[in-house]
């Protein structure tokens, strides 16, 4: 039996990185297609539903920032921004606006290929068929629907999650009323050990606690523990 291709698409303004990326993830057996600013990736959207975005954040025009926000406003597709400064400020903004992943420039493109695979296997592993993990589970005021990666509310509003945003989630109704470390976090979310210093897990934490509407009246689903983490307080009912 023959599987398709994820297909992926490289937005960078170097016609170089362009060519060398698509080659190479053609080789290890993606479909890749390549835009060199926002206007040809919204043409390539268009007639394209891509299975993960590959950003650089300084293109001519909107820039990575820009196009990352809008993909957002109405696509839960995951991103992995490229940057070339060196200043944390850049990768922090990136996760706000909904980013997966960030890779920093000059990279070897075998961890851009690691960098993929993680981020693919996080968003189908939100879709799997798992028989031990139910489709919707409710928790405070809110429901997940894991098979869509909605947030449902009280009115049935759905609000879509990003690929970090619901990973986050994930990890936390699998470990309910369980300290962990930010260490923790960047390990089970991203499937790696976390750099040292890095405190991009407190970004996706504030972000999906806006998303859960912590900062009105449910502040309590997401408790910090001082010098050790965060725990998730709710009690978690599956209801399929």
Known sequence: MTTTPATLIVVDDDPEIRELLVDYLGR??????????AEAL??????????????????????????CRDIR???DV????????????????????GADDYLGK??????????????????????????????????GPWRLDRMTRELIDEREARTPLSGADFQLLQVFLEHPEQVLSREALYELTRGRPAPPLDRSIDVHVCRLRQRLGEDTHYHQLIRTVRGAGYVFTARIEALT
């Open 28 to 37: 290890h057996g993606y479909r890749a297609l390549a835009a060199e600013d």
């Open 42 to 67: 919204h043409r390539l959207l268009a007639s394209e539903a891509p299975d993960l975005l590959i950003v650089d954040i300084m293109l001519p025009g909107d820039d990575g920032f820009t196009i």
């Open 73 to 75: 406003r109405g696509s």
């Open 78 to 97: 995951p991103i992995i921004m490229l940057t070339a400064s060196a200043d944390e400020t850049d990768r922090i903004l990136g996760l706000e606006l």
């Open 106 to 139: 000059p990279f070897n493109p075998r961890e851009l290929l690691a960098r993929i695979k993680a981020v693919l296997r996080r968003a189908r592993s939100g879709v799997a068929d798992d028989p031990a993990r139910a489709r919707l589970v409710a928790f």
